[in-house]
């Protein structure tokens, strides 16, 4: 595996594992003191999609890069349930991470609990994915 490859999927690993659940966790509860009906989407409502789009990015990258890097049982191995549901359910996630915060929240009826209900949906398919990448 080339080094390159190598520091993605660290990146990918801690960003993952690490970082995007306790960040998810903190702009849900940012987002629920500082709600204000009609307001404009601040720095912290911008930024953190993008911070999804970032993982979700290098997990197609190194994914990819398995596909023609690996055959035979290893490659079907990455190509087979349940792994499949890895790189789906980070897609899911990152277009969830871009309504929850945004104004096409499907759940604004709830008014200031609606980016906190949307973000623990998140929350939960990043753990879920993470549990399903760690088993490959």
């Known amino acids: 595996m080339g080094t390159v490859f ?17 960040a998810i966790v903190a702009v849900a509860i940012y987002l629920l003191v500082t709600y204000r009906p009609n307001a404009p989407r601040g720095p912290v409502a911008r930024l953190f999609p993008v911070l999804v789009d970032i993982q979700v990015g290098l997990g ?11 055959s035979g049982a290893a490659q079907a191995r990455y ?19 871009h309504m929850a915060i945004g104004a096409r929240n499907p759940l604004r009826g709830l ?17 879920s994915n993470v549990m399903i990448g760690v088993q490959t």
């Not at 190598?6 to 306790?22: A, K, R, T, Y």
């Not at 906190?116 to 753990?127: A, E, H, N, R, Y």
């Open 111 to 127: 008014g200031r609990w609606a980016p906190l209900v949307s973000l623990g949906v998140l929350l939960v398919l990043v753990i």
């Open 60 to 70: 197609i990258i190194y994914w990819v890069f398995l596909l023609f890097n690996t």
């Open 6 to 22: 190598g520091v993605v999927f660290q990146i990918h690993s801690i960003l993952g594992e690490m970082i995007l659940p306790v």
């Open 79 to 97: 190509l087979s349930f349940p792994f499949i549901l890895h790189p789906l359910i980070g897609i899911l996630a990152a277009g969830l991470a």
